[in-house]
């Protein structure tokens, strides 16, 4: 569970250091400024954007009753954060499985890409996509929203 914070506290405890070594030198503006870029890209890259994670056997349970694809994600991965920030509110009709809290997430991600954790994985109707354009995910949403 630590390392799922360590990229943002190593975030703030950055900027805070900045922060502090421009007070020192009188220049409170810029430590304001490099302070809240440092808090914005901690809160980026933590758990707090995606949606509430759920187990894999509860995700595939769901996605087979509703439609909707699975995506196997873990925190501090650009390409997971960019598929989050792309689908935008879309996103809600998406199940999120973090692969560092289930075991067998990580064992379904590893079953898909060759034995490596490669994630985004994406599984829509049974198939995994690694890493898919966000656009042909937003595509894949329509024909599951509809089945709801």
């Known amino acids: 569970m630590m390392r799922v914070w360590m990229l943002p506290l190593l975030l703030v405890l950055c900027g805070a250091a900045v922060a502090g070594g421009l007070v020192s030198s009188g220049s409170r503006g810029a430590a304001v400024v490099y302070l809240l870029g440092f808090a914005g890209l901690a809160a980026v890259s933590s758990t707090l954007v995606f949606p509430k994670s759920l187990g894999a056997a509860e995700a595939q349970r ?3 009753a509703d439609g909707w694809p699975v995506v196997y994600w873990r925190p501090g991965c650009m390409y997971c954060l960019r598929l989050r920030i792309r689908l935008g509110r879309a996103a809600r009709r998406v199940h999120w499985v973090n692969i560092w809290r289930d075991p067998e997430a990580a064992a379904v991600v590893r079953a898909a890409n060759d034995g490596n954790e490669t994630v985004p994985t994406v599984v829509v109707t049974g198939r995994p996509h690694t890493n ?3 656009a042909w995910v937003r ?3 329509p ?3 509809a089945k709801r």
């Open 143 to 145: 024909a599951a929203t």
């Open 62 to 64: 769901r996605s087979a």
């Open 132 to 134: 898919p354009d966000p």
């Open 139 to 141: 595509g894949q949403l």
